[in-house]
């Protein structure tokens, strides 16, 4: 949460550091502000709502020309949207602006420590003490802003990215971090820094890593990092692999429908590479070694939001597959509830952002039970793959709306690599076997792209239902946590009361919510290969039409049984069952952005959301 930009170089700053807010503004848009320095003298200019109410308060009021400049937008933690609350922070002397992401834990006490010592404080949050801080620690520190940072960050604790400029060092800016991201740019004669990548791929795709407990020193020309003890600090260079095109809308109205439409290339790069010349799934990235993938007894996924429910869909998958038992564990509750764990648990952290604090948490964890950790993640330097034994990564590419859709299918390729890999080191599966499954999967980009083909037909739909005032959506198998994921995606987009149930659950207590015109989505099982539970379905559909439910059916192709007991149908492709999640999920993500585009909402950035949420 909240995106911080730096930057030292050749190039105007304040151009720099508000196109990066831009490609951060995801993040975070409760506020949005930036500081520069010339002359000697440091300006800050920021304002409350979203950054374009910073860019008109830019152009009433501009700042001079510089090549030295910070930036931030907001998610607020302490303190509500205000402009005095927006950072950066300034020191009481003006020449110190600092920018902040995470949680300074015991900044009440610092704040009383600077309030005794007679410091006015000008705003609610935790971040401004840190700039007082700098302050009174730069004469001790021989007026080194690196000095005065590393000697600041010993005495905080909880969750933080500090940035901070100061006037009297004009070609300097200086970083910290702890278990909050932050990335560094490598220009030339330009430096950067910032939460993600995105905010510098406009100038250069040279990036580094770096670890915990890290400070950075950046001028035009260098980058040295130092551990927070002082030592020289080894970090790892990285070339960002994607271009600056991917972050634009490329000619769509919203990201979300342009990360919607990617999908079919989404799914074809996340499997590309993925088995050898002698038909063996082969993971580079896992750096586990078969022994120890033999020896796993169960398995572990800790995720959060649609990340989670990436991972109740696996749980069908690497279950039938390898006969190891999966758990599936929210990862903010899965540390409070003493789990079991140990060395022969494989906990496999799923999480777009690779920065999503709950998710970290319960790595870390399970990590300390001295279970084998595996990451399935977006973005390449994150935190969340470098803390895990091994990684595997989705080639989504930048997955800017705060609502998750490409990832989520990528999530599920990996998770399903994950399972035939498995299945293959043991022995569960034969060779033959995998392979199907394999050409399966090389089939669903094609079937993804035929299920894009619904996307006029949900639009017209959705705008049926949009004075709706509950939406609920059933599922059974993996067509469950389907239906948890259309739910999710409906409350986070278009604000309005929206569940998913296992269909088999209606009847023992959801029913009671059906009233005449509830819209019920439907994600139906194939009558092919699911007989069962697609009669089973439609004992549900006809319990709460019954009840004056309306039914949007999301059926296969040929699936004529259903025509009769649904208002509306569509139509995905016929997929094996384990494959279906990938094609029903793509009528439900245009369902809730229609919704929400018809309520007037700002589909990529929702209220009070933020893309990654690194606090708990
Ligand atoms: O970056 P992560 O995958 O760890 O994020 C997890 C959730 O915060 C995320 O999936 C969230 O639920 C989405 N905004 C839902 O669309």
Redesign the pocket.
């Known amino acids: 949460m909240c995106g911080i930009v730096g930057y030292v170089g050749r190039q105007q700053a304040l151009e720099v550091v508000v196109g990066g807010l831009r490609r951060l503004e995801y993040r975070g848009y409760d506020s949005a502000g930036v500081a520069v320095i010339a002359d000697g003298t440091l300006s800050v200019r920021k304002k409350a709502g979203k950054l374009v109410n910073l860019q008109t308060l830019l152009g009433e009021d501009p700042l001079p020309g510089s090549t030295t400049g910070i930036g931030h937008t907001r998610w607020a933690t302490h303190g509500g949207p205000t402009d005095s609350n927006a950072h950066p922070h300034v020191s009481e002397d003006g020449s110190i602006a600092v920018i902040h992401n995470g949680i300074i834990e015991n900044f009440a006490e610092l704040r009383q420590e600077l309030t005794a010592a007679g410091v006015q404080l000008s705003s609610e949050t935790d971040t401004e003490v840190v700039a007082h801080l700098l302050a009174r620690e730069l004469p001790a520190a021989d007026h080194d802003l690196t000095g005065a940072m590393l000697s600041v960050c010993s005495g905080l604790e909880g969750a933080f990215t500090l940035v901070a400029i100061d006037a009297r060092h004009p070609d300097v800016v200086v970083a910290a971090r702890r278990n909050s991201p932050l990335v560094v740019g490598i220009g030339d004669g330009e430096n950067f820094v910032a939460s993600d990548v995105a905010a510098f791929v406009d100038y250069t795709r040279q990036a580094l890593e770096l670890g915990q407990d890290q400070v950075v020193t950046i001028t035009a020309t260098s980058v040295s990092v130092v551990n927070f003890d002082g030592t020289p600090a080894l970090v790892t260079p990285f070339e960002v692999d994607w271009d600056a095109s991917a972050a634009e809308k490329g000619g769509f109205d919203l990201f979300m429908l342009k990360e919607i439409a990617e999908q079919p290339r989404a799914v074809a790069d996340s499997l590309r590479g993925r088995v050898d010349a002698d038909n063996r799934i082969q993971l580079d990235e896992m750096h586990l070694s078969e022994q120890d993938l033999r020896s796993i007894g169960k398995v572990v996924v800790v ?7 990436a991972g109740m869909v696996a749980k069908y998958a690497i279950e039938h597959w390898t006969r190891i038992p999966v758990e599936v564990e929210l ?1 903010s509750e899965f540390r409070y509830r003493d789990p079991i764990v140990g060395a022969d648990c494989l906990v496999i952290a ?7 604090m ?2 970290l948490m319960a790595l870390r964890y399970a990590a300390a039970q001295g279970a084998r950790t595996l990451a399935i993640c ?2 390449v330097g994150s935190t ?1 793959p470098r803390e895990s034994d091994a990684v595997l990564y989705t080639y989504a590419g930048p997955e800017i709306a ?4 490409k ?2 299918l990528t ?1 599920i390729i990996a998770s399903y690599l994950v399972g035939l890999y498995l299945a293959q080191v043991r022995g569960q599966m034969t060779a033959p076997e995998i392979h199907a499954v394999m050409d399966d999967l090389n089939d669903m980009p094609h079937a993804v792209d035929l299920a894009l083909d619904t996307v006029d037909g949900v639009r017209a739909i959705a705008r049926q239902f949009a004075d709706a005032t509950s939406v609920l959506f059933i599922g059974r198998h993996v067509g469950f946590p389907v239906a948890l ?1 259309g739910a ?2 409906l409350k ?1 987009l278009a604000y309005m009361h929206a569940e998913g149930f296992a269909a088999g659950e209606l009847k023992h207590g959801p029913i009671a919510l059906i009233e005449e015109g509830v819209p019920v989505v439907v994600v139906v099982p194939s009558p092919r290969n699911r007989a069962v539970l697609h009669d089973k379905i439609i004992s549900a559909i006809q319990e709460v039409r019954a009840r004056g439910a309306v039914i949007l059916a999301i059926a296969e192709e040929g699936d004529d049984k259903i025509t009769s007991f649904a208002d509306h149908v569509i139509r995905v492709p016929i997929v094996p069952a384990l494959m279906q999640p990938l094609v029903s999920t793509v009528p439900l993500q245009v369902f809730a952005c229609e919704m929400a585009t018809a309520k007037g909402h700002d589909v990529d950035q929702p209220r009070n ?1 933020a ?3 690194t606090v708990e």
């Not at 799923?350 to 999503?356: D, L, P």
């Open positions: 995720a959060c939001g649609t990340a989670f429910h990862a799923i999480s777009q952002s690779g920065e999503t709950d998710t977006n973005t969340i705060v609502a998750s859709t990832a989520f999530q994921e999710l995606k986070e959301l893309k990654s949420v």
